[in-house]
Nanobody
Framework: QVQLVESGGGLVQAGDSLRLSCAASGRTFSSYAVGWFRQAPGKEREFVGAISWGGTYYADSVKGRFTISRDNAKNTVYLQMNSLKPEDTAVYSC????????????????WGQGTQVTVSS
């Protein structure tokens, strides 16, 4: 069982940066892939990016602006978001699954509660 807790959301202006954290319980968390997803009001949940032993992967909409990293000693995965745009406004959630990453939210059995990111123009 893995429990995830996100933090770091907030209200920022366009062009600003924000770093989200996804803290996990579980001694084997380093073997899990972690995905970041976001959901804006009235829209479907969207894949943002993921990290696993195979590397990091990003949606085209955030590539070059967002970076995912992990600190296994702290059982934490980070989502560094730079050059934020108003269209990045959403609830951001991290999710975990054993071993390999996936862009489909249905492949992830463990989810955090989400954190709101609002980017004003």
């Amino acid at each position: 069982q893995v429990q995830l807790v996100e933090s770091g959301g907030g209200l920022v202006q366009a062009g600003d940066s924000l770093r989200l954290s996804c803290a996990a319980s579980g001694r084997t968390f380093s073997s899990y892939a972690v995905g970041w997803f976001r959901q804006a009001p009235g829209k479907e949940r969207e894949f943002v990016g993921a990290i696993s032993w195979g590397g990091t992967y990003y949606a085209d909409s955030v590539k070059g602006r967002f970076t995912i990293s992990r600190d296994n000693a702290k059982n934490t995965v980070y989502l560094q978001m730079n050059s934020l745009k108003p269209e990045d406004t959403a609830v951001y959630s991290c999710a975990a699954r054993p071993r390999w990453e996936s862009a489909s939210p249905y492949e992830y059995p463990y989810w955090g509660q989400g954190t709101q990111v609002t980017v004003s123009s």
